[in-house]
């Protein structure tokens, strides 16, 4: 049995999309059931843009592309990074699973300093309002500058025309060059993005149970429940990266624990907010918390009052 998985073209996308087929491989070799899984690269309108991608994750700038191959017939499952993903899950499609997670927390990349120890006035690269706002909110003194691009053209200016960029650990972690971030910035300091971690596996409600329970299988009950909660904030709060919104879920003995940080763009004001309970509530855990931050005056820092 042959599968097609539809994935972005970038080198990182490539690499993780590979881990999952190597996952689901595997998985099929333990049940007895032979499986080859291939890769079919999908062009996004995310890949081939070279203006800002602020604003565009909620229409899913990375991922209706790949949904649209699986709409078609071009691939069979496509794999996503969950944040990049629309909070609104797609009508047509299944959201089959959401594998263990790697490293929720966000890189910084110098040519030595840690975040406090960077010179006065030092120049960081982020795409990210999310990752811009919580650098000021640590370091008013720094110049938070765009990026864009892959990981090698974000870490190559390094040292050029930029002391340091932020990037996502767990991409440097897949990629097999965590061994370049100067520091990893605990979440007390910088929250990262819901989702920020996870990978999501999509396919045809109506697929083959012969490889669609396998792929079901891959799924991470705690890694689900952390990310549910956590998008389920963002879907309250109705924003996507075009907004400083950090959340972070953990599970542990069936209970869930969710942080969330809503940050003005300059970094001078925040709202934290935090909610526990049983992992199985793990949506309605944060809906409430996304309505007590819109309570407490969230729209406002989001800019929209």
């Given at each position: 049995?042959?599968?097609?998985?539809?994935?972005?073209?970038?080198l990182?996308?490539?690499?993780?999309?590979?881990?999952?087929?190597?996952?689901?491989?595997?998985?099929?070799?333990?049940?007895?059931?032979?499986?080859?899984?291939?890769?079919?690269?999908?062009?996004?309108?995310?890949?081939?843009?070279?203006?800002?991608?602020?604003?565009?994750?909620?229409?899913?700038?990375?991922?209706?592309?790949?949904?649209?191959?699986?709409?078609?017939?071009?691939?069979?499952?496509?794999?996503?990074?969950?944040?990049?993903?629309?909070?609104?899950?797609?009508?047509?499609?299944?959201?089959?699973?959401?594998?263990?997670r790697?490293?929720?927390?966000?890189?910084?990349?110098?040519?030595?300093?840690?975040?406090?120890?960077?010179?006065?006035?030092?120049?960081?690269?982020?795409?990210?309002?999310?990752?811009?706002a919580?650098?000021?909110?640590?370091?008013?003194?720094?110049?938070v500058?765009?990026?864009?691009?892959?990981?090698?053209?974000?870490?190559?200016?390094?040292?050029?025309?930029?002391?340091?960029?932020?990037?996502?650990?767990?991409?440097?972690?897949?990629?097999?060059?965590?061994?370049?971030?100067?520091?990893?910035?605990d979440?007390?300091?910088?929250m990262?993005?819901?989702?920020?971690?996870?990978?999501?596996?999509?396919?045809?409600?109506?697929?083959?149970?012969?490889?669609?329970?396998?792929?079901?299988?891959?799924?991470?009950?705690?890694?689900?429940?952390?990310?549910?909660?956590?998008?389920?904030?963002?879907?309250?709060?109705?924003?996507?990266?075009?907004?400083?919104?950090?959340?972070?879920?953990?599970?542990?003995?069936?209970?869930?624990?969710?942080?969330?940080?809503?940050v003005?763009?300059?970094?001078?004001?925040?709202l934290?907010?935090?909610?526990?309970?049983?992992?199985?509530?793990?949506?309605?855990?944060g809906?409430?918390?996304?309505?007590?931050?819109?309570?407490?005056?969230?729209?406002?820092?989001?800019?929209?009052?």
């Open positions: 049995m042959k599968l097609r998985l539809g994935t972005r073209a970038s990182l996308a490539r690499t993780q999309s590979g881990m999952v087929a190597d996952a689901l491989m595997e998985r099929a070799r333990e049940t007895g059931v032979d499986l080859e899984v291939e890769l079919v690269e999908i062009t996004t309108h995310g890949d081939i843009s070279r203006g800002s991608l602020v604003g565009l994750s909620e229409v899913g700038v990375f991922v209706a592309a790949l949904r649209e191959g699986l709409l078609d017939g071009t691939c069979d499952l496509a794999v996503h990074s969950l944040k990049d993903m629309p909070t609104q899950l797609h009508p047509e499609l299944e959201l089959a699973a959401v594998s263990a790697e490293d929720v927390r966000d890189a910084l990349c110098t040519t030595g300093p840690g975040l406090r120890d960077l010179p006065e006035g030092a120049a960081i690269g982020t795409g990210s309002p999310r990752r811009g919580q650098l000021l909110a640590v370091r008013p003194d720094l110049r500058e765009p990026l864009r691009g892959n990981v090698d053209t974000r870490l190559g200016r390094v040292g050029d025309d930029l002391d340091g960029v932020v990037l996502a650990a767990a991409g440097l972690a897949r990629l097999g060059r965590l061994d370049e971030a100067t520091e990893l910035i979440p007390e300091d910088m990262p993005a819901p989702g920020q971690g996870a990978l999501a596996i999509e396919i045809l409600p109506g697929a083959d149970a012969a490889w669609a329970d396998i792929v079901r299988s891959l799924d991470d009950a705690a890694t689900r429940a952390a990310v549910t909660a956590e998008r389920s904030l963002l879907g309250v709060l109705d924003a996507g990266c075009s907004a400083p919104i950090g959340a972070y879920a953990t599970v542990e003995n069936g209970q869930l624990s969710l942080r969330a940080r809503v003005d763009v300059a970094g001078t004001l925040a934290n907010e935090s909610a526990r309970g049983p992992a199985s509530e793990a949506a309605s855990l809906r409430s918390t996304g309505w007590t931050l819109l309570g407490r005056g969230a729209a406002r820092l989001m800019g929209r009052n």
